[in-house]
Protein backbone atom coordinates (compact mmCIF):
# COMPACT_ATOMS: atom_id res chain seq x y z
CA UNK A 1 0.00 0.00 0.00
CA UNK A 2 1.12 3.66 -0.54
CA UNK A 3 2.25 5.18 2.11
CA UNK A 4 1.11 9.13 2.19
CA UNK A 5 3.57 10.02 4.57
CA UNK A 6 6.63 9.28 2.58
CA UNK A 7 5.98 11.76 0.04
CA UNK A 8 5.47 15.69 0.96
CA UNK A 9 2.47 17.62 -0.53
CA UNK A 10 3.74 20.56 -2.62
CA UNK A 11 4.26 23.94 -0.84
CA UNK A 12 1.46 25.98 0.87
CA UNK A 13 -0.22 28.49 -0.98
CA UNK A 14 0.83 32.32 -0.63
CA UNK A 15 -2.22 32.87 1.63
CA UNK A 16 -1.35 29.67 3.72
CA UNK A 17 2.44 30.89 3.76
CA UNK A 18 1.26 34.44 5.02
CA UNK A 19 -0.48 32.17 8.36
CA UNK A 20 2.34 29.98 8.59
CA UNK A 21 4.82 33.44 8.55
CA UNK A 22 2.36 34.88 11.01
CA UNK A 23 1.95 31.85 13.79
CA UNK A 24 6.18 31.19 13.66
CA UNK A 25 6.64 34.73 14.74
CA UNK A 26 4.45 34.32 17.86
CA UNK A 27 6.64 34.63 20.77
CA UNK A 28 6.54 31.23 23.06
CA UNK A 29 5.09 31.51 26.44
CA UNK A 30 8.23 31.73 29.47
CA UNK A 31 9.32 28.41 30.38
CA UNK A 32 9.40 28.93 33.77
CA UNK A 33 6.00 30.41 34.30
CA UNK A 34 3.24 29.11 37.12
CA UNK A 35 0.36 26.63 36.20
CA UNK A 36 -1.70 29.85 37.14
CA UNK A 37 -0.19 32.00 34.69
CA UNK A 38 0.05 29.87 31.79
CA UNK A 39 -2.52 28.52 28.91
CA UNK A 40 -2.21 25.23 27.96
CA UNK A 41 -3.65 23.21 25.18
CA UNK A 42 -5.18 20.21 25.67
CA UNK A 43 -5.60 18.36 22.22
CA UNK A 44 -6.86 14.13 21.00
CA UNK A 45 -6.77 13.21 18.14
CA UNK A 46 -9.09 10.49 15.94
CA UNK A 47 -7.11 8.21 13.61
CA UNK A 48 -7.66 5.47 11.22
CA UNK A 49 -5.43 3.01 13.27
CA UNK A 50 -2.28 3.26 15.91
CA UNK A 51 0.46 3.62 13.03
CA UNK A 52 1.61 7.13 12.64
CA UNK A 53 3.57 6.49 9.90
CA UNK A 54 0.85 4.83 7.42
CA UNK A 55 -2.88 5.64 9.15
CA UNK A 56 -4.51 8.72 9.06
CA UNK A 57 -5.55 11.73 11.44
CA UNK A 58 -9.19 11.87 10.79
CA UNK A 59 -9.86 14.32 14.00
CA UNK A 60 -8.76 16.66 16.29
CA UNK A 61 -10.29 18.20 19.32
CA UNK A 62 -8.47 20.52 21.52
CA UNK A 63 -9.57 22.26 24.37
CA UNK A 64 -7.75 25.79 26.26
CA UNK A 65 -6.93 25.36 29.55
CA UNK A 66 -5.73 28.87 30.87
CA UNK A 67 -5.03 30.05 34.90
CA UNK A 68 -5.96 26.45 35.51
CA UNK A 69 -9.79 26.74 34.23
CA UNK A 70 -11.28 25.29 30.90
CA UNK A 71 -13.23 27.88 29.40
CA UNK A 72 -16.08 26.20 27.04
CA UNK A 73 -15.43 29.00 24.15
CA UNK A 74 -11.53 27.96 24.11
CA UNK A 75 -12.00 24.90 22.09
CA UNK A 76 -11.30 23.53 18.67
CA UNK A 77 -12.66 20.63 16.57
CA UNK A 78 -12.31 19.29 13.08
CA UNK A 79 -12.31 16.27 11.20
CA UNK A 80 -10.19 16.15 8.07
CA UNK A 81 -11.57 15.68 4.97
CA UNK A 82 -10.28 11.99 3.42
CA UNK A 83 -9.87 10.58 0.10
CA UNK A 84 -10.49 7.40 1.59
CA UNK A 85 -12.62 6.25 4.46
CA UNK A 86 -11.44 3.87 7.10
CA UNK A 87 -12.54 0.50 8.01
CA UNK A 88 -16.04 0.00 9.58
CA UNK A 89 -13.82 -1.08 12.54
CA UNK A 90 -12.07 2.09 12.91
CA UNK A 91 -15.39 3.74 12.51
CA UNK A 92 -17.24 1.67 15.11
CA UNK A 93 -14.97 3.27 17.28
CA UNK A 94 -14.65 6.67 16.89
CA UNK A 95 -18.15 7.14 14.88
CA UNK A 96 -16.88 9.23 12.24
CA UNK A 97 -18.68 8.17 9.57
CA UNK A 98 -18.27 7.92 5.79
CA UNK A 99 -19.91 10.91 4.82
CA UNK A 100 -18.27 13.00 7.38
CA UNK A 101 -14.53 11.73 6.49
CA UNK A 102 -15.39 12.86 2.89
CA UNK A 103 -16.89 15.88 3.30
CA UNK A 104 -13.88 16.92 6.01
CA UNK A 105 -12.59 20.22 6.28
CA UNK A 106 -9.32 20.37 3.98
CA UNK A 107 -6.36 19.18 5.62
CA UNK A 108 -4.33 22.11 5.08
CA UNK A 109 -6.97 24.53 6.22
CA UNK A 110 -7.88 22.22 9.41
CA UNK A 111 -4.01 21.88 10.50
CA UNK A 112 -3.27 25.82 10.30
CA UNK A 113 -6.46 26.70 12.25
CA UNK A 114 -5.25 24.27 14.75
CA UNK A 115 -2.23 25.89 15.29
CA UNK A 116 -3.63 29.49 15.41
CA UNK A 117 -6.01 27.82 18.33
CA UNK A 118 -2.71 26.00 20.06
CA UNK A 119 -0.38 29.52 19.22
CA UNK A 120 3.02 28.27 21.32
CA UNK A 121 0.95 27.21 24.17
CA UNK A 122 2.36 23.92 25.84
CA UNK A 123 0.60 21.25 24.30
CA UNK A 124 -0.67 18.31 26.93
CA UNK A 125 -2.74 14.59 25.57
CA UNK A 126 -3.28 11.48 27.24
CA UNK A 127 -0.25 8.99 25.51
CA UNK A 128 0.77 11.89 24.30
CA UNK A 129 3.57 10.31 22.10
CA UNK A 130 0.51 8.91 20.11
CA UNK A 131 -1.09 12.30 19.64
CA UNK A 132 2.03 13.91 18.70
CA UNK A 133 3.42 12.12 16.30
CA UNK A 134 0.19 11.97 13.99
CA UNK A 135 0.05 15.81 14.38
CA UNK A 136 2.99 16.48 13.75
CA UNK A 137 3.38 14.19 10.94
CA UNK A 138 0.52 15.67 9.51
CA UNK A 139 1.49 19.12 9.71
CA UNK A 140 4.79 18.42 8.64
CA UNK A 141 3.09 17.21 5.69
CA UNK A 142 0.45 19.62 4.65
CA UNK A 143 1.82 22.58 5.60
CA UNK A 144 5.56 21.91 5.11
CA UNK A 145 6.29 22.97 8.80
CA UNK A 146 7.98 21.14 11.78
CA UNK A 147 5.96 21.66 14.99
CA UNK A 148 8.17 21.93 17.97
CA UNK A 149 5.74 22.85 20.60
CA UNK A 150 6.33 21.26 24.16
CA UNK A 151 4.25 17.90 25.35
CA UNK A 152 3.65 16.73 28.67
CA UNK A 153 2.06 13.30 28.67
CA UNK A 154 -0.70 12.38 31.01
CA UNK A 155 0.15 9.12 31.24
CA UNK A 156 3.21 9.47 32.13
CA UNK A 157 2.97 12.05 35.29
CA UNK A 158 -0.19 10.94 36.97
CA UNK A 159 1.11 7.90 37.85
CA UNK A 160 3.71 9.71 39.76
CA UNK A 161 1.83 12.43 41.34
CA UNK A 162 -0.50 10.35 42.26
CA UNK A 163 1.84 7.38 43.09
CA UNK A 164 -0.15 4.82 41.25
CA UNK A 165 0.28 1.65 38.77
CA UNK A 166 1.90 2.88 35.65
CA UNK A 167 -0.01 2.15 31.84
CA UNK A 168 -2.95 2.65 32.64
CA UNK A 169 -5.62 3.33 30.35
CA UNK A 170 -7.51 6.87 29.96
CA UNK A 171 -10.50 5.21 31.32
CA UNK A 172 -9.03 3.59 34.25
CA UNK A 173 -8.61 7.97 35.34
CA UNK A 174 -11.44 8.90 34.53
CA UNK A 175 -13.51 6.34 36.82
CA UNK A 176 -10.61 7.63 39.77
CA UNK A 177 -12.11 10.32 39.39
CA UNK A 178 -15.50 10.97 38.18
CA UNK A 179 -15.25 12.43 34.69
CA UNK A 180 -18.24 11.49 32.87
CA UNK A 181 -17.20 11.95 29.02
CA UNK A 182 -21.02 11.41 27.49
CA UNK A 183 -19.17 11.84 23.64
CA UNK A 184 -16.43 9.27 24.70
CA UNK A 185 -13.95 8.40 21.88
CA UNK A 186 -14.59 11.64 20.24
CA UNK A 187 -11.61 13.92 19.47
CA UNK A 188 -13.21 17.08 21.51
CA UNK A 189 -14.57 15.06 23.99
CA UNK A 190 -12.03 13.17 25.09
CA UNK A 191 -9.84 16.41 25.04
CA UNK A 192 -12.07 18.12 27.17
CA UNK A 193 -12.23 14.90 29.98
CA UNK A 194 -8.41 14.86 29.54
CA UNK A 195 -8.04 18.76 30.48
CA UNK A 196 -10.41 18.11 33.77
CA UNK A 197 -7.09 15.55 34.24
CA UNK A 198 -4.61 17.88 33.45
CA UNK A 199 -6.30 20.60 36.26
CA UNK A 200 -6.40 17.70 39.16
CA UNK A 201 -2.83 16.75 37.99
CA UNK A 202 -1.43 20.21 38.14
CA UNK A 203 -3.21 20.81 41.52
CA UNK A 204 -1.81 17.49 42.94
CA UNK A 205 1.00 19.17 41.22
CA UNK A 206 1.71 22.46 43.08
CA UNK A 207 0.71 20.76 46.27
CA UNK A 208 3.82 18.76 46.02
CA UNK A 209 5.98 21.76 45.34
CA UNK A 210 5.80 21.24 41.91
CA UNK A 211 5.31 24.58 39.77
CA UNK A 212 5.12 24.97 36.17
CA UNK A 213 5.29 23.20 33.24
CA UNK A 214 9.11 23.06 33.32
CA UNK A 215 9.47 21.46 36.24
CA UNK A 216 6.71 18.91 35.47
CA UNK A 217 8.11 17.70 32.27
CA UNK A 218 11.21 17.27 34.19
CA UNK A 219 9.62 15.19 36.69
CA UNK A 220 8.06 13.18 34.09
CA UNK A 221 11.59 12.86 32.32
CA UNK A 222 13.34 11.84 35.62
CA UNK A 223 10.44 9.21 36.55
CA UNK A 224 10.24 7.70 32.80
CA UNK A 225 12.22 4.82 34.42
CA UNK A 226 9.21 3.55 36.63
CA UNK A 227 7.50 2.95 32.67
CA UNK A 228 9.70 1.08 30.80
Not at 10 to 20: F, H, T, Y
Not at 44 to 54: A, F, I, M, P, V
Not at 206 to 213: D, H, I, T
Amino acid sequence: MFNHWLTRKSDPDPALKQRIAGWQARPAPPADASFGASRYVVLDCETSGLDSRSDRLLAVGAVGLAGLRIALADSFDTVLRQDQVSSRENIVIHGIGEATQLEGEEPPQALMRLLEFCGKSPLIAYQAPFDEAFTKRCIDWHLGLRLRLPWLDLAAILPVLFDAKPNQPLDHWLLRFGIEVPARHSALGDAFATAQLAQIGFSRARAQGVEGFAALTKLARDTRWLHD
